[in-house]
């Protein structure tokens, strides 16, 4: 437009402001920058957009850019005009009139202050007075994701002494600067921070600085330490836990009198918005316990311990986890009777050091010793414990604590009254979590009683004796609990015993042999090593030498009685020595000698027989001694059995096995030969009666020699029966003659030997009462054996005997099976016809009445009444006709049958007409089922029952046979007992006593050098 151009007009565009400096008018007050009432200079007013006139010659007016401000951006202002500073202050305070400093009068006018402003430009066009304000733009404050922001406040009031940190004030997160200086912000590091987020903040005011999140880790945890807040009290080292947010907010730290230096509470795994400049944050790795192993902790603060206390007592702290707890609770210093197991914990490792093994050297221990403590299969630990109170006087160990977990809660042990030292409770095996500072464990093997033997229990822990016993007496025995040796032994197996505070002896519960021999090749190691062959002097003066055996046994239940009596040398130092509690010997391959018997043997059995048979043959001469043998061998049985009972042991039984006689005496005790006069066939025949031909050669039992010379025939003749009998049964099976006479003999060997089985075995038993039963009983069983016996010998001859009476019986059978087989197909049609005629006949009869029933409805007889063939009389036509065709359907299949009968009675009839082409294949059959020797059996039974003769003449020659076959038993068991069932006896028991320490003998003789070699040396291994 043609007005812009004149001069003195002043065009302002909307982007644009107008600065107006006056050439000419009164000069500016000293103090003044800026005309406020048209001083000469720059004035305070500014033109906005649009046209304005100012006259050339007085006025210049320069155009400038408006200030405009970015959304991510502020203005710091500087207004070179205003009033003073108050002294101390370092920025402007906010004019809330001076429209965001485009009103310069009224900046001025409401007292604007020279010099930074606190006020700030946001995002928008500002028309300011440039020549008033200097604007500075700079980018706001952004923090970023995992950020904060740190406040520093360069104006403010002074932090009072002592202070590090201005408390917080409400100022809008520092975006309001005068609200800060209003509501008394200090000049310092502020507790308050900036979190994620943009901010419109004076950085002229506020030094802001950016630092990371604190981030601990899954497995890491946070330890602090205070800058800031209320000084320690004097002999406390860590600051106590107040609610500040996990270290978040710092304001209420201090508020709520959080202490200077490092805290007891942690930083669990996280993000957390934390001033670093108040907390320092050490990132430490959890605890890690790892399987199997265990962690000690020592504490370096709390309690201190009281005098004699060993370890701290444990408290509920949450496994060290809640270090507050841990103090409040009572918590002491030092090492920690608590221990932790498997897993991750989250311990403040500035109050706590936890020891596991990959430290454990640092603190004098081995790794080893924080691991799960393992108790071996078949071992046991035994316990000593290095806390709690002193044993009493006396005590060499602590009794047994209930309710610790086998010392896995020390503080359970301590509080219960638990002892220091060896402990009377053990562990078995398995895997234990143990304070390696509270206890010490000793593994030792389970207690091994082996079968056949007892364990006598000797215990140095419990009550004392005199409050089970009033007086202790020599021999005594006392319950479980109390000391010395316990009166219920323990049964074979293995067992759990502390060998450190109870010993165990072994006592064997089976029967033991003594020899009083000399024999020079009798290991060490037996029971009766040291006895040797008796030298006796008789009542005439001359010395005998006298072999002995003593049996004894001694019972579960009298063990500690005998153990108490005899006592057990080296009880009290008790080792664990192969096959527990025994010496090896080379006996019975590895037989075991128990210590407790030798002292049995050497302290009361050999003195005792040795002083019984001294004194015994002083009352005998010597003849007299060797011919009463048997009565002096009772009477030296009663008096050791009443002597060893008030020891606990039973004598099962004394013998006198060998009486050495003087040289001068041998040759009247020299027994004459006898001459054997039998032949050899009489041997034999004695022998098949199943007699000692020895003992019937003597001419004291000559009869007796008749008599089973007769039962000895009779065996034979049976087993020679026997032959025909089993060979004709075998030819009727198989039809071989080889094959009758190998299994015939055979046969007749079973038989022999059976008879004489029987014989052998049919004597009188001696019984220890009156009763007859026992040989009632066994008579009986063996007539029944040799009563069949004699019919299954019997059976076949009698076959043989009636052999063409059988052939006929079993020809006519055949015959008739032949003809049955036949008849056979016609029979079944016949059966098939007479079925289908009864349930024709029923059908005909439903017919009949069916049709009547039909009739009658029609002609409204019945039924309805109603004359007609209506519906209902339809349904009885069609019953009627159904019924009537069934009827026809069996009369047809009846018809089929009978011509079917029909061609079956023809074919018979060419079978019969020509038998040796048609019936060959029949035949054939038949014979083969009706041949056999049961066919033949079935038949003699028929005939049996047909015919009385053959049934008589059956019965008498199977009453023979019975008759020959248990005539040998009858005549040897209603005999009386003769001269020779005596010797016999005699000479039975000889052999048997001498068969039984012949036996003793060799087990003692059959000593290998290998066997003795290894036996010194597991001795020598012991005794070292």
Known sequence: MAIDRVPGVYVISQDEVGIVYKKFGSPLPSNRQIALNGEMGWQVDTLGPGRHFRSRLTYKVFKQKAIQIDKDEIGLVTANDGASLPTGKMFGKVVEECDDFQDGRAFINNGGQRGRQLGILRNGIYRINTQLFSVEIRPIIHINDYEIGL???????????????????????????????????????????????????????????????????????????????????????????????????????????????????????????????????????????????????????????????????????????????????????????????????????????????????????????????????????????????????????????????????????????????LQEEFIEEGFWSLNPWFVEVEQVPLTNIKTGTVGVLISNVGKNSQANQEQTTYGSQFNIGYKGIQNIPREAGTHPINTRVKSIVIVPVHEITLDWRTDKNKPATNYDSNLETLKLRSKDGFILNLEVTQVINISPKNSPKMISRVGSPNANSYKQVEEQGGVLSCLSNGAVKYSSIKNLVNRVLEPMVDNYFRNSAQEYNVLD?????????????????????????????????????????????????????????????????????????????????????????????????????????????????????????????????????????????????????????????????????????????????????????????????????????????????????????????????????????????????????????????????????KFIELDNKVKDKEETIDKLRQERNLILQSPESNLEQLKEQIDKESDGFLARLVALEELSKDDPNIRNINWLITALFVTIEISPILVKLLSGKGPYDYLLEQKESQENYNEYFRIKKEQRLLLSEELSKKYMKKINDFEQ
Not at 341 to 347: D, F, L, P, S, V
Not at 641 to 667: D, M, R
Not at 732 to 755: E, P, Q, R
């Open 151 to 421: 406040v520093e406040a360069k104006d403010g009031k002074p932090l009072p002494i002592g202070k590090t940190f201005g408390d917080a004030v409400e100022c809008n997160n520092f975006e309001d600067a005068q609200a800060f200086i209003n509501n008394g912000g200090y000049r310092s590091q502020q507790l308050k921070i900036i979190t994620t987020g943009k901010y419109a903040i004076n950085t002229e005011l506020f030094k802001i600085k950016r630092v990371e999140l604190i981030k601990i880790g899954v497995n890491e945890v946070g330890l602090v330490e205070a800058r800031d807040g209320e000084p320690l009290p004097l002999g406390q080292n860590f600051g106590k836990v107040v609610e500040c947010g996990t270290f978040q907010d710092a304001e209420a730290f201090i508020k709520n009198g959080g202490q200077q230096g490092n805290q007891l509470a942690i930083i669990p795994p996280g993000i957390h918005y934390i001033n670093t400049e108040l907390f320092k944050v050490h990132n430490v790795p959890l605890i890690n316990i790892r399987s199997g192993e265990i962690g000690l902790v020592i504490a370096q603060d709390g309690a201190e311990l009281p005098p004699g206390q060993i370890l701290a007592k444990a408290v509920d702290c949450e496994n060290f986890q809640n270090a507050e707890a841990f103090l409040n609770n009572g918590g002491q210093q030092g090492k920690q009777r608590a221990i932790l197991t498997e897993g991750y914990y989250r311990i403040n490792t500035e109050l706590f050091t936890v020891v596991t093994t990959d430290n454990a050297k640092q603190y004098g221990l081995n790794p080893e010793q924080l691991k799960v403590y393992r108790v071996e299969s078949g071992k046991i630990g035994i316990v000593t414990t290095f806390d709690g109170k002193p044993l009493p006087g006396g005590d060499i160990a602590g009794p047994v604590i209930e309710g610790h977990n086998k010392f896995q809660e020390p503080q359970e042990f301590i509080d219960k009254g638990g002892y220091r030292g």
């Open 625 to 885: 001694f060797l011919q009463q043998r048997d009565q002096i061998q009772e009477r030296a049985t009663e008096h050791i059995k009443s002597a060893l009972n008030a020891y606990g042991v039973e004598a099962v039984g004394t013998f006198i096995n060998e009486i050495g006689l003087p040289a001068e005496l041998q040759h009247l005790i020299q027994a004459p030969t006898i001459k054997d006069n039998l032949n050899s066939l009489e041997k034999f025949l004695l022998w098949s009666a199943g007699a000692d031909h020895d003992i019937l050669a003597q001419k004291e039992c000559l009869i007796e020699r008749y008599k089973y010379t007769a039962i000895g025939t009779t065996v034979l003749l049976t087993s020679t029966t026997a032959i025909f009998s089993g060979g004709y049964a075998l030819f009727t099976v198989f039809g071989s003659v080889a094959a009758s006479c190998v299994g015939g003999t055979f046969w007749s060997f079973i038989v022999f030997n059976l008879d004489r089985f029987l014989i052998l075995s049919s004597k009188r038993i001696k019984s220890d009462s009156n009763s007859n039963l026992p040989f009632i009983a066994a008579t009986i069983l063996r007539l029944i054996i040799a009563l069949l016996l004699s019919f299954v010998v019997a059976k076949p001859l009698e076959l043989r005997l009636f052999e063409k009476e059988i052939n006929q019986k079993i020809e006519q059978d055949k015959n008739d099976i032949r003809e049955e087989k036949i008849n056979e197909p016609i029979k079944e049609l016949e059966q098939e016809i007479k079925g289908l005629n009864e349930e024709k006949d029923k059908y005909k009869n439903e017919w009949k009445d069916a049709e009547n029933a039909a009739n009658a409805e029609a002609e409204g007889t019945q039924g309805t009444g109603q004359f007609g063939k209506g519906i209902v009389y339809q349904d009885k036509r069609n019953y009627a006709d159904e019924i009537k065709q």
